[in-house]
């Protein structure tokens, strides 16, 4: 018989980086507010989390990060005036974040790293498991990755991790599973993980990416987690702390996605995003195209004429 695990309601996002690499952009803006297409980041993020089932959502936020909180607020001089004028659509689109997810916030204060940040997530998570979405990391919605996370975590318990196949070369970036199959082609279980291994030493090219589903034990386990890699406290750390000991917080799985993620992290990955999520717009996509295959075009004209 299948055990049944109790169910995720909760989701955890870390938004309290400094976003340095796109300076001097985000110097006064939080680099979760950057717009893809006509939408920032961050909300992208919510919504995934809503489209798993998971409406109660903390965000871990630092100093200069209160744009974050007013896009998911109300802004009732602004509705106002959409209404006046009669642009519904307008006033649906700003109603739409506001209405998305009952949101909760907590400041970090020092950025001691990325388990430091799940770690400040414990009084308001308490004793369940929960979901962690990294707001760098958007999962295209047409591939449901963190529904099924979570469908593995209710099934099997313990702790859900994401990976994906990276280039060997790539590896260094990440941090790194090394795997055992299951009966399921994109489940494994995890049997060990690095943090940012060399490539010569890493134990596969699977790479963890932005989401996780795990259980309250880990809490624990961080609270104990000396500062790793970068002199800030791993997540990855204390997850190898839980595959090392299943009867602290249950086994460790990982399901390997194919689908369609964007890096919004690197200006390079952020760039395409747009363009990605502009050329499959209804909207936007045809005269778009249209436009960027004459572009495109007239690029290689004078690139050969060169």
């Given at each position: 018989m299948t055990q049944s695990h109790p169910r995720i309601s909760k989701a955890v996002?870390?938004?309290?980086g400094l976003g340095t690499r796109f300076l001097p952009a985000t110097k006064a803006t939080p680099k979760e507010m950057l717009p893809v297409v006509d939408k920032p980041a961050i909300q992208y993020v919510v919504e995934e989390?809503?489209?798993?089932?998971?409406?109660?959502?903390?965000?871990i936020t630092g100093r200069n990060k209160r744009p974050l909180e007013d896009h998911f607020d109300r802004n009732y001089e602004l509705e106002e005036a959409l209404t006046r004028k009669g642009?519904?659509?307008?006033?649906?689109?700003?109603?739409?974040?506001?209405?998305?997810?009952?949101?909760?916030?907590?400041r970090q204060g020092d950025p001691r790293g990325l388990g430091h940040a799940v770690l400040c997530a414990a009084p308001h998570v308490g004793n369940q498991p929960f979901a962690v979405l990294l707001g760098?990391?958007?999962?295209?919605?047409r591939d449901p990755l963190l529904a099924r996370m979570v469908e593995i975590q209710e099934r099997e318990g313990g702790s859900v991790i994401a990976l994906m196949e990276v280039d060997p070369a790539q590896i260094h970036l990440y941090g790194c599973a090394a795997v055992e199959a299951t009966g399921e082609s994109d489940v494994v279980k995890v049997t060990e993980l690095v943090e940012k291994p060399d490539a010569s030493e890493a134990p596969s090219n699977l790479a963890i990416i932005?989401?996780?589903?795990?259980?309250?034990?880990?809490?624990?386990i961080l609270r104990e987690t000396q500062p790793g890699r970068g002199n800030e406290i791993q997540l990855t750390d204390a997850l190898e702390k839980l595959v090392e000991d299943e009867t602290v917080g249950g086994p460790v799985h990982g399901v390997v996605f194919k689908g369609r993620r964007y890096d919004t992290g690197d200006r390079g990955d952020y760039l395409r995003a747009i363009v990605?999520?502009?050329?499959?717009?209804?909207?936007?996509g045809p005269e778009f195209r249209t436009w960027l295959r004459s572009y495109v075009t007239e690029e290689m004209l004078h690139s050969s004429e060169g």
């Open positions: 996002i870390p938004a309290a989390a809503v489209s798993a089932g998971l409406s109660d959502v903390l965000m642009d519904a659509g307008r006033l649906k689109k700003v109603q739409e974040s506001s209405d998305l997810a009952t949101m909760h916030y907590v760098d990391d958007l999962i295209d919605p932005g989401r996780y589903v795990l259980n309250p034990a880990v809490f624990d990605r999520l502009a050329c499959e717009r209804e909207d936007l």
